[in-house]
């Protein structure tokens, strides 16, 4: 008994381990001279920003760096500040050194990188270049020759293809492509960010022949590998530039901005945020909880939909504490989210100044009223009157029957019926009192399983049409942080591209080609865009695991719907075979 308890505890906390879905933030960042102009800003700014306001606790960070050759430098899981002060401390002593810049060598060591990292996390990978490939002599990926060129761009195409199949959010950052370092144009020295570049000699140009400069090197006729990749992964190129704001362009991460002096307010007033959205794709901001010294002041939830590269006001309605005194604050506050959205910063401060505060000795006695009110309705309606009821029906129980079977014990669903031993005799033809049923299953007792699958049964048609479905897509990666393993019921849930519910993002379409909805058939599939689905010729009423396939220009390809069981769920019914023994329940395993 001990051991089972052991046993089943570790389950639970493997359970809950596995339930949570933290997100890995790979960075591949060229440090190669091209990169010395803006170096300095990108680690002061793009990644610290980065790091500092995307990064939550749980999640992993890994920085790859690349050059002539690429080499991992940090990888670390955040779980306390010490860790975030760990990684920005290593980033600190990268220098852009490197003489050669092997793109390829750095785009096959990090697909072969991110393909090692753990499944239950969802990959965010951003890439800092200025796109050059200019390799060192004994590379695998020279670029010497038109017919070595060409395969190049072709190893890019697969690379970016495999990386799309994954499911994997790619960004790319391009850095403009500038003089090299020790031209004439730097021959004076240029600072950024406190460093100072020192301008070479002749002897020195002469011994690098072979530097990072595009000039009189292959990248004068190497294919853009940087464009070439942006198309394979169908996402656009994202132009450095200088700010802060650069973090969440390179990350798609939305902006919160805190206001500015509320001024005089009372104890409940209002906060208006300003959010703004750095991707195409419409969003839902769902705010939670704004905590400060402990406790909510959120009065209720907000929310607040933005377009593509729109922005907005999220109206938050906080009401502080009573321990807060009149006087001037500066309060420091934390927002919740309730979505994977990352929006940063959360944390921050109001700047206000507390006046005549609400004496709410009233509201409390208005409560209480209330409170008490609801306590009575609840003893009158749901414990006396039932009560009473009881009482007299029991009075006459004698004439009240459970309906059973004849003395073989079959109903008639094929299940094992209750008999009494002497129901014939007694004269009841197969019907025993209500009040005594208990006592007439062959074993004495009604098994407990048998209670709780008929309440299962009935519990499961009242909640019909809200469930979790999981989408899959034949080729498309299904392990991609739970994206889609999504409740529907009776609301349409689109099935497409970008932005849609149920997402496919291993082929190009469009946001809504087909909606789904629950019915009382079933889960009913619906095509909007029937040019996908020539073999259908409407809707499909109880789609369940069923194949509907899908026609489109790169193939033909098999998506299906089925219902989501948890892990935790499936060992539970392991662990309980022995006391409800039978079939499986479909797709559990």
């Keep these: 008994m001990l051991q089972r308890t052991v046993l089943i505890v570790l389950i639970l906390f493997a359970a809950f381990g596995l339930a949570a879905e933290p997100m890995d933030m790979?960075?591949?960042?060229?440090?190669?001279?091209?990169?010395?102009?803006?170096?300095?800003?990108?680690?002061?700014?793009?990644?610290?920003?980065?790091?500092?306001?995307?990064?939550?606790?749980?999640?992993?960070?890994?920085?790859?760096?690349?050059?002539?050759?690429?080499?991992?430098?940090?990888?670390?899981?955040?779980?306390?500040?010490?860790?975030?002060?760990?990684?920005?401390?290593?980033?600190?002593?990268?220098?852009?050194?490197?003489?050669?810049?092997?793109?390829?060598?750095?785009?096959d060591y990090l697909y072969d990188y991110v393909s090692r990292l753990p499944l239950r996390s969802s990959k965010n990978i951003l890439i800092l270049t200025d796109g050059i490939h200019d390799p060192p002599s004994g590379t695998s990926y020279p670029a010497g020759t038109a017919g070595q060129r060409e395969s190049n761009r072709e190893e890019v195409i697969s690379i970016a293809t495999e990386m799309k199949r994954e499911g994997w959010q790619v960004r790319l950052v391009q850095f403009p492509r500038g003089p090299a370092p020790g031209s004439s144009q730097e021959g004076t020295g240029m600072a950024t960010g406190g460093s100072t570049s020192v301008a070479s000699s002749p002897a020195d140009d002469a011994?690098?022949?072979?530097?990072?400069?595009?000039?009189?090197?292959?990248?004068?006729?190497?294919?853009?590998?940087?464009?070439?990749?942006?198309?394979?992964?169908?996402?656009?190129?994202?132009?450095?530039?200088?700010g802060r704001e650069m973090s969440h362009t390179a990350t798609g991460a939305p902006h919160l901005e805190f206001p500015d002096n509320l001024g005089t307010v009372g104890r409940n007033f209002t906060v208006p945020f300003k959010i703004i959205n750095y991707v195409d794709t419409s969003i839902l901001v769902k705010l939670d909880q704004i905590r400060t010294r402990g406790v909510n002041i959120?009065?209720?939830?907000?929310?607040?939909?933005?377009?593509?590269?729109?922005?907005?006001?999220?109206?938050?309605?906080?009401?502080?504490?009573?321990?807060?005194?009149?006087?001037?604050?500066?309060l420091d506050v934390e927002l919740l989210f309730s979505d994977d959205l990352r929006i940063y910063p959360r944390k921050g401060d109001l700047f206000f100044e507390l006046k005549n505060p609400v004496n709410t000795s009233w509201i409390k006695i208005v409560l209480l009223i209330v409170i008490g009110l609801g306590l009575l309705y609840f003893l009158i309606f749901f414990i006396i009157i039932p009560l009473s009821r009881h009482i007299e029906h029991s009075a006459g129980a004698d004439t009240r029957y459970v309906g059973l079977?004849?003395?073989?014990?079959?109903?008639?669903?094929?299940?094992?019926?209750?008999?009494?031993?002497?129901?014939?005799?007694?004269?009841?033809?197969?019907?025993?009192?209500?009040?005594?049923?208990?006592?007439?299953?062959?074993?004495?007792k009604i098994p407990l399983s048998q209670i709780s699958s008929t309440h299962?049964?009935?519990?499961?048609?009242?909640?019909?049409?809200?469930?979790?479905?999981?989408?899959?897509?034949?080729?498309?990666?299904?392990?991609?942080?739970?994206?889609?393993i999504r409740w529907v019921g009776k609301n349409k849930r689109s099935v497409g591209g970008a932005g849609a519910y149920f997402l496919i993002f291993l082929i190009k379409v469009p946001e809504r080609i087909a909606e789904v909805t629950f019915t009382e058939e079933g889960l009913r599939?619906?095509?909007?865009?029937?040019?996908?689905?020539?073999?259908?010729?409407?809707?499909?009423?109880?789609?369940?695991?069923?194949?509907i396939e899908i026609q489109t220009d790169q193939g033909s390809f098999t998506m299906f719907f089925r219902e989501w069981i948890s892990p935790?769920?499936?060992?539970?019914?392991?662990?309980?075979?022995?006391d409800q023994p039978g079939t499986a329940p479909e797709d559990l395993y």
């Design 26 to 107: 790979i960075v591949l960042l060229d440090v190669s001279q091209s990169m010395f102009p803006y170096f300095d800003d990108t680690i002061n700014f793009l990644l610290k920003d980065i790091i500092d306001g995307h990064l939550q606790t749980g999640d992993g960070f890994h920085l790859l760096s690349f050059a002539g050759s690429p080499e991992r430098e940090i990888h670390r899981v955040i779980t306390t500040e010490r860790d975030m002060e760990a990684v920005l401390a290593r980033i600190m002593l990268l220098h852009p050194l490197g003489r050669h810049t092997d793109f390829l060598f750095a785009l």
């Design 207 to 242: 011994a690098a022949p072979d530097s990072d400069s595009p000039s009189g090197s292959s990248a004068d006729t190497e294919p853009d590998l940087y464009a070439t990749i942006s198309e394979a992964l169908g996402v656009d190129i994202i132009e450095y530039e200088n």
């Design 298 to 330: 959120l009065d209720t939830p907000a929310q607040l939909k933005l377009g593509g590269k729109g922005s907005g006001t999220l109206n938050a309605r906080i009401t502080l504490p009573e321990s807060f005194e009149q006087g001037e604050y500066q």
């Design 405 to 444: 079977q004849d003395g073989r014990g079959t109903a008639k669903g094929g299940k094992a019926a209750l008999t009494h031993p002497d129901s014939h005799a007694a004269g009841t033809q197969g019907k025993v009192p209500l009040l005594e049923a208990a006592s007439y299953s062959p074993g004495g």
């Design 456 to 484: 299962a049964y009935i519990d499961q048609q009242q909640k019909l049409g809200h469930r979790p479905i999981e989408f899959r897509l034949s080729g498309q990666n299904p392990y991609n942080g739970g994206r889609n």
């Design 525 to 547: 599939f619906t095509p909007i865009r029937t040019e996908f689905f020539p073999s259908l010729q409407g809707p499909i009423e109880n789609c369940l695991n069923r194949p």
């Design 568 to 578: 935790l769920e499936r060992i539970n019914h392991l662990l309980h075979l022995i």
